[in-house]
DNA sequence: CTAGTCACTTTTTTT
DNA sequence: AAGTGACTAG
């Protein structure tokens, strides 16, 4: 037996013992929130609860799988059956049970975003849209405004004018596009991102029978974060449960970093509304981080509107302030922080320490001398193994196998053969597909390669192969190509096919593999065997719900953390301030900020001049310890110059304090300084009160100005 | 219709 | 520096 009581606090307890019917729970960064899931899970079990009608839905499928180990480890026993994954994974799980009725007889292939963009690229040349017209958006642009659209549930021209001003005069063209991709997809039988959660919810609300048997089976339902759900992930939840079901949210609204792909915060808002007595318990205990790092993370939030305050607290004494470097560029950044990674090491071992960031690409550097110095990492986030070319290559070949209608995996593997095109490439596959045997015929005389691949594939189908055969037969044909195509780094990828063939070993249909690359795709490996505990460099995006003991974040200025785009809109901004709070709250005793003074172009030899984050301007100096980088090397804390610093009336230390034990912020406070209009500049959000009577502001695409109070008005 | 050349912009984040 | 799309010769 399990002392619940013991192992939680009265908070967390409430939560995981609670009952019957709907609870909310509001878990602040490094609150337990997953203990409690845990534990919530073993006391379902423990109170005679069937493990698979527990339904636990999670952001990965690795969180899923963990919690899961979890609650195994303190039970004693086997969770075989509970059904844990992310949503789109049990949709499209449910839709491949229920293909028939979802309307798609034959099968469905899902798409990752290079294969949609394949699409719009087709479509928008079939219906001649932005023909010679430079400034018409491209297949990325258009794909982000029509997944946006979906996942918002707006109309393509309102979130045009909402989020890409400039093309809403492409709104009819666009509307077209959008309209053509979704009967290019339907034709084919495939299917993208969203659509898996709109065909499930339509699959749920259309046949009553299917509902019910979820119903029946999934008793007890749990939702981890909540605040990054979208309108449909919402309503699946309400589906599935009911008014009254037994679901569990678990989110903070101070983490919501996906409303760029249509999360709603007011999901969370409005969980209380939406279901019947609920429950809301609130986790204000923080166990992760020392005082120090909690005050600068709290300072952070400061400025953010969050609708469910919470007070986080700790017990945890001690701890060292937050440390801010700055290297003279991006460059030295590198060393510097592998000089810091050593160090850090050394203190909490190889996987205690963690590098995060705002993009991908914002490590390449690092990793070149993390390799050079031999340590070893691993790396989430950014780019994904299936993503590289040569993979995409071999899927394609293996989708053909389950899909003889997936058009665009037929353009690319005929792509290959010298003299053939897209057009003549969809030719070929009509007649294939249409079993024109004549016309078959003929194309396989003039290509060598055609009659191979399709050789191939009849066999491949007619015995209803494992992934790992498919390849057996696959690669060889294959590898030719890749030498031919890829003559300077072939071996390199040829690693990467062999890794593909490892994880191809671990499954026994094709759908499942296929699927599964899509739905939960794995990082790229950085060289072949990876150790168990190694460094972490990770999006600050793919962290979340982790921690370490060391965090360091690099690349902390202007224009990349947060990134430029994100300046345009307040809404957007607000968001990189709370992925920079949940960047900083992943730490545990020590956290290293790093804004190096200047940055090179896009890997080139120009240099710019880097200004530190506005979300580190914002910061009280006390809150964090300054080091700088010498010219002559080595890093030298910097003195804080009383006269520089903020008067102390403005200090957010003593706001902070203050903001926790009264309910009502001074209007005065720094972070609080909203935005304005200028004549020119147009809105901005004010950064810095300069006294006596000036501003600094700053405005998307014009980056800081220091304005005279006059010529702006307050908004 | 393909394949090669050229000029132009672009760099979030993820299921 | 890379990827995209326009343009053009065969």
Sequence with gaps: MIDFKKELNSAQYEAATHPQGPVLVIAGAGSGKTRTIVYRLAWLVEQGIAPDSILLMTFTRKAAQEMLMRAETILGRSLHGTSGGTFHSFAYSVLRQNALTAGYPNGMTLMDRGDCEDIIRDVRTELGHGKKDRSFPKKNTLLDIITKSRNKELPIDQVLSTEAFHLTCYASEIEEIAVGYESYKRQHSLLDYDDLLFLFEKLMRENDDIREQLRTRYRFIMVDEYQDTNLVQARIVRLLAGRNGNVMAVGDDAQSIYAFRGADVTNILKFPEIFEDVKVVRLEQNYRSTQPVLDLTNSILDGAE??????????????????????????????????????????????????????????????????????????????????????????????????????????????????????????????????????????????????????????????????????????????????????????????????????????????????????????????????????????????????????????????????????????????????????????????????????????????????????????????????????????????????????????????????????????????????????????????????????????????????VEDYIEML
């Design 306 to 707: 969050t609708k469910f305050d919470k007070k986080l607290f700790t017990e945890r004494s001690g701890g060292s302030l937050p440390k801010l470097l700055i290297p003279l560029s991006d460059y030295t950044q590198s060393s510097r922080v592998v000089d810091k990674v050593i160090e850090l090491q050394k203190k909490y071992g190889p996987g205690g320490v963690a590098i995060l960031f705002r993009a991908g690409y914002q490590s390449y550097g690092l990793e070149v001398a993390l390799k050079r110095i031999g340590i070893e990492y691993r790396k989430y986030g950014g780019l994904k193994f299936n993503e590289a070319a040569h993979i995409k290559d071999v899927l394609a070949f293996m989708r053909l196998v389950t899909n003889p209608a997936d058009i665009i995996s037929w353009q690319r593997s005929l792509g290959h053969i010298k003299g053939v095109g897209p057009k003549t490439a969809k030719r070929i596959a009509d007649a294939v597909i249409s079993g024109n045997k004549s016309a078959v015929d003929k194309f396989c005389k003039k290509y060598q390669l055609l009659s191979d691949l399709l050789r191939d594939l009849d066999g491949l189908r007619n015995k209803n192969s494992s992934p790992s055969t498919a390849l057996e037969v696959l690669l060889p044909l294959y590898t030719p190509i890749l030498v031919a195509e890829y003559p300077d780094d072939y071996p390199r990828r040829q690693a990467g096919l062999e890794q593909l063939s490892q994880i191809a070993s671990n499954y026994d249909t094709m759908e499942t593999f296929l699927a599964d690359l899509c739905l939960d795709p794995e990082p790229v490996a950085n060289d072949g065997n990876e150790p168990e505990e190694a460094l972490t460099l990770s999006t600050v995006h793919s962290a979340k719900g982790l921690e370490w003991n060391a965090v360091i974040l690099i690349d902390l200025v202007e224009d990349r953390f947060p990134s430029r785009k994100s300046m345009q809109k307040p809404a957007e901004f607000e968001e990189e301030r709370r992925l920079l709070y949940v960047a900083c709250t992943r730490a545990c005793d020590e956290l290293y900020m790093s804004a190096p003074a200047s940055v090179s172009r896009q890997n080139t030899d120009f240099r710019d001049p880097a200004i530190p984050s506005p979300f580190i301007r914002e910061l009280n100096e006390e809150l964090y310890e300054q080091w700088q980088e010498a010219y002559s090397g080595g890093m030298a804390k910097k003195k804080r110059f009383p006269a520089k610093t903020k008067p102390k009336v403005d200090s957010p230390l003593s706001a902070t304090s203050e903001s926790e034990s009264s309910p009502k912020k001074k209007p005065t406070s720094p972070t609080k300084l909203g935005f304005c209009r200028h004549k020119i500049f147009g809105r901005g959000k004010i950064v810095e009160h300069i006294s006596p009577n000036k501003y600094r502001v700053n405005f998307p695409g014009f980056g800081l100005k220091v304005i």
